[in-house]
């Protein structure tokens, strides 16, 4: 049989080696939550870098503009005209940007036979038509080509910008060539009287709303015209020049229409440019 001291040495090792198994049992769960603990750090670190660097991305994107549009740019409609039906005056130079500076100003020079005209055009006021005409004239488009209009009685203006009216003579087309889009009109008078003060440059149309195109007109002698027709921009030089055409008189050809005649002294722009926008 087995003594008394061995049955208590016995029960004394079983406790020892049941107390040795519950502190290796805390330590193992000790060293998991640990690392449990330690992993959910570096997983809250991961996010937050995460979130400052797009934060920090978003920042940069506010700063440089490269989430938004330009301060100051206006979006612009222009409507191509139908290919279908095209009269053959129409010049296709394809369409402007859209987006378009809405400050600034520019200065438009017409290099012509006869002399420089120059004009400043404000972008704030005509921001869709400086945009239409720096399309244009960076084109070529009105280079070349005769101021085809001047009417001495009334309105006193001199028409240009009819991409169709080039080379020796007239024809009874001229006056009705564009580009290949209209816009709506900008910037109009409605509150000045006379409208059209000597020194303006406006744009013509066809006496419907959103027709203006290409074809534009300088007014030499304050003007009862209605204000339905975009001021451009206001001559700076070279009023001499359309005085000088206006003193030969016109011939008449569009007396029973809209007005006036060819110029009896012939202007032909050269060359039309627009400089870059200054104070944009």
């Known amino acids: 049989m087995t003594s008394t001291r061995d049955r208590q040495r016995a029960a004394a090792r079983a406790k020892l080696e049941r107390e040795m198994a519950e502190r290796a049992g805390r330590a193992r769960k000790r060293r998991q939550t640990q690392a449990i603990v330690g992993a959910a750090a570096v997983l809250v670190l991961v996010v937050a870098g995460t ?74 006021a005509v921001p869709c038509t400086a ?59 409605t509150n000045k009287r006379p409208p059209y003060p000597e020194g303006v440059i406006a744009m013509a149309n066809s006496g419907q709303p959103g027709s203006t195109g290409s074809q534009f007109f300088i007014v030499y002698g304050d003007s009862p015209l209605d204000p339905n027709y975009t001021v451009l921009g206001t001559i700076t030089g070279g009023m001499d020049v359309v005085k000088q055409v206006a003193a030969a008189g016109d011939d008449g050809a569009f007396a029973k229409q809209a007005g006036g005649g060819h110029p009896k002294k012939e202007i032909t722009m050269t060359k039309v440019t627009m400089s870059p926008v200054q104070g944009g």
């Open 131 to 189: 945009g239409s005409f720096t399309h244009l004239a960076e084109k070529g488009f009105f280079d070349n080509t005769k101021c085809h209009r001047l009417v001495t009685e009334g309105i006193k203006v001199l028409q240009c910008g009819d991409p169709s009216a080039t080379g020796k003579g007239w024809r009874d087309t001229d006056g009705t060539g564009g580009p290949s889009y209209n816009l709506a009109e900008e910037n109009l008078p």
């Open 51 to 124: 979130v400052w660097l797009v934060a920090a991305l978003g920042d940069d994107d506010d700063k440089q503009g490269g989430t938004t549009a330009d301060a100051g740019a206006v979006q612009c409609a222009y409507t191509e005209v139908p290919k279908e039906g095209r009269p053959p005056q129409i010049k296709d130079v394809g369409l402007p940007p859209t987006q378009q500076s809405g400050k600034g100003t520019q200065t438009m020079t017409i290099d012509t036979n006869l002399g420089p005209i120059t004009a400043k055009i404000d972008r704030a």
